[in-house]
Nanobody, 115 residues
């Protein structure tokens, strides 16, 4: 069993920055991919970025200039740094872990960008 707990969301003004965290625990294999998705009201869940256990990173074209994914292996935590926040970044942000034969999701953290 794997547990993912996101944190770091909140209300931010346009142009601000935020760091989301996803702490993973449980039966995590040595080879995995962790990522971030988001879902805005009335829209489908959207992939943002992934990072592999080996440290390879991939980003959606729409966010790669402002979003940075990173991880701390000692803390089993993945981060999403978001710069220059825009109102259209408002969404629930979800952490995801994929490994052999299983996929896991966190409960999500709300990010609201508004003045």
């Amino acid at each position: 069993q794997v547990q993912l707990v996101e944190s770091g969301g909140g209300l931010v003004q346009p142009g601000g920055s935020l760091r989301l965290s996803c702490a993973a625990s449980g039966s995590i294999l040595s080879i995995y991919t962790m990522g971030w998705f988001r879902q805005a009201p009335g829209k489908q869940r959207e992939w943002i970025a992934t990072i592999t256990s080996g440290g390879n990173k991939n980003y959606a074209d729409s966010v790669k200039d402002r979003f940075t994914i990173s991880k701390d292996n000692n803390k089993n935590t993945v981060y999403l740094h978001i710069n220059s926040l825009k109102p259209e970044d408002t969404a629930v942000y979800y952490c995801n872990l994929q490994q052999t034969l299983s996929t896991h999701w966190g409960q999500g953290t709300q990010v609201t960008v508004s003045s």
